[in-house]
């Protein structure tokens, strides 16, 4: 562990903080934490099926539940300095002679000189009992910084006697960067046992495996992705206001150093099936990064202070993933309502107010895309400028941009052809959405092949065409409320031409 981490552990201890919330689950890392700042202080440890457990062998001593184990040791400060280590009773938390007794030990701590023991509470889900927030201190073991992964890595090669080559050595690190010191070495253990040497391969195996921690964790899901920029079709605006940011995000240290600021990310409403999500992909390929998307819904805890301890962790972790793209979907799901009379709870109007603290406090290189149809009932604080950089309409796409979407599904497919006529496609299909336009591409393929045919024509795009009910038939309604809220807010097209487009009518 390292000193600095130590250190801070020792001055909170100092301070008289009564109780340390440590919200880790690797016991070793914290007990090697606690036993560097309690030498010669008695360590009493409790254990949900055991009882009292002697601190260092672990061997159960006296069998108890929580509530006898605090009586039989709660004088014990009157004696020696004490340490009272309480695994994963994060389940007790809500017991009023549970929080009365810590209540009790933590007061003694603060107010009588002849008095001292420090309860550390030790779990992976953090539950805040009101009633003792102001005796709580939660206490965060960092994840292991560049440099540290380095020597782990560097130490890990030594041990085995094997050689890594710089570059790979570079490679790996950067790629395990989010994970905890256990997470890391286990990685390393396996990527040994595959081959039995640590090469360029292993950085597959690696992500893998990144994947799969951060998927546990169930706050963050990476999303692999294979979209480019040039798979957008039209949104000309937004996608160049993506290229200069992209060219900050390829140089961020000279940029930084320049007195740039650091982007701090963007916020796309609009038509559904037209690209928001598309963006989002895009974003983290020409970004060069990863794409990790926050899903609100998922953060939400049954304990009190959970949600609002998970969003902490969420937000935590895509720092520690940075540079990302984080991706928040459906935006206006997981906020609706919130402080107003629309119907948000409480935790939700937390969670709201945090990521927005978070938000406006960023320095990090956590770029924010986050995706809405329906801003009616979004808070209009979030819409604020200087939360996000910009934000951008995404309406249906305009003539040029139907041409260009259906172009770029037909080449995906291998099915474009020059005698295609764009201009009879474009009359025929004013009111598709890109969602539509993708489903006619792969309609006429399908029928193509089905009949034998080797190349797509003109009319057969338009015989599917006719065949497929467009969004602004089906959600004609929808489409009007989304375009009279955008009129009332600040926002810009993201599509060049989008004036001569919204001549266009709702079919
Ligand atoms: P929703 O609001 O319903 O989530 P969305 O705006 O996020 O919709 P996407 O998922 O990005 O829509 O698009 C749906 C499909 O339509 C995508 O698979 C994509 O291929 C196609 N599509 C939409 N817009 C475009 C576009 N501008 N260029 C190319 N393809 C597009």
Redesign the pocket.
């Known amino acids: 562990m390292k000193r600095s981490t130590v250190n801070s552990l020792a001055s909170y201890i100092d301070a008289l903080h009564p109780i340390i919330y440590i919200n880790h689950f690797d016991s070793m890392v914290i007990d090697d934490a606690i036993t560097q700042v309690g030498e010669g202080v008695k360590c009493l440890e409790f254990n949900n099926a055991l009882g009292l457990v002697d601190f260092c062998t672990k061997s159960p001593m006296k069998e108890c539940d929580l509530e006898q184990f605090l009586k039989l040791t709660m004088d014990d400060g009157f004696e020696k300095s004490t340490f009272l280590i309480l695994r994963d009773i994060h389940g007790q938390l809500n017991e009023p002679k549970i929080i009365a007794l810590l209540k009790k030990i933590a007061e003694n701590n603060l107010y009588r000189d002849d008095y001292n023991e420090t309860i550390f509470i030790i779990s992976e889900i953090a539950v805040i009992p009101r009633e003792l927030e102001n005796y709580i201190t939660m206490f965060d073991i960092p994840l292991p910084t560049i440099h540290e992964i380095h020597t782990m890595i560097g130490q890990f090669v030594n041990d085995l006697e094997i050689t890594v080559e710089e570059e790979v050595m570079n490679d790996i690190a950067l790629s395990f960067k989010g994970l905890n010191e256990f997470q890391i070495k286990q990685i390393l253990n396996l990527a040994y046992q595959d081959g039995g040497c640590i090469d360029k391969e292993d950085k597959v195996l690696i992500l893998k495996e990144k994947e799969q921690f951060i998927k546990k964790s169930g706050m963050l899901e990476i999303v692999a992705f294979s979209e480019t920029i040039e798979?957008?079709?039209?949104?000309e605006n937004m996608k160049q206001w993506l290229e200069r940011k992209a060219k900050i995000f390829a140089n961020l240290d000279k940029a930084i150093k320049f007195g740039v600021d650091i982007p701090k990310g963007m916020m796309i409403i609009?038509?559904?099936?037209?690209?928001?999500?598309?963006?989002a992909k895009a974003t983290a390929s020409l970004f060069q990064i990863p794409l990790v998307r926050l899903d609100v819904g998922r953060l939400l805890g049954k304990y009190v202070g959970e949600s609002e301890e998970n969003m902490r962790k969420a937000l935590k972790l895509s720092e520690a993933i940075s540079p990302c793209v984080l991706w928040i979907?459906?935006i206006e799901k997981a906020f609706s309502g919130v402080g107003g009379d629309g119907g948000g709870s409480d935790v939700t109007t937390r969670l709201f107010g945090q990521f927005l603290t978070w938000m406006q406090e960023k320095e990090n290189t956590v770029f924010i895309v986050a995706?809405a149809?329906d801003i009616s009932k979004m808070p209009a604080e979030f819409l604020r400028k200087g939360r996000f950089d910009e934000l951008f309409f995404?309406d249906l796409?305009n003539g040029e941009?139907r041409r260009?979407?259906l172009e770029?599904?037909l080449k995906k497919r291998r099915k474009w052809n020059e005698s295609i006529d764009s201009i009879a496609l474009i009359q025929k299909t004013e009111g598709f959405?890109?969602?539509d336009?993708?489903a006619v591409v792969k309609d006429t393929i399908e029928t193509a092949f089905i009949d034998g045919k080797a190349e797509i024509t003109t009319a057969d795009l338009i015989c599917s065409v006719e065949d497929t009910k467009s969004i602004s038939s089906t959600l004609k309604d929808k489409i009007l409320q989304i375009r009279e809220t955008i009129s009332k807010i600040d926002i810009k097209p993201a599509s060049v031409s989008n004036k001569k487009k919204s001549g266009e009518k709702v079919k």
């Open positions: 798979d957008i079709g039209g949104l609009g038509m559904p099936g037209c690209g928001k999500s598309l963006t979907d459906e995706t149809n995404v796409p941009e260009k979407i770029i599904h959405n890109g969602a336009l993708e």
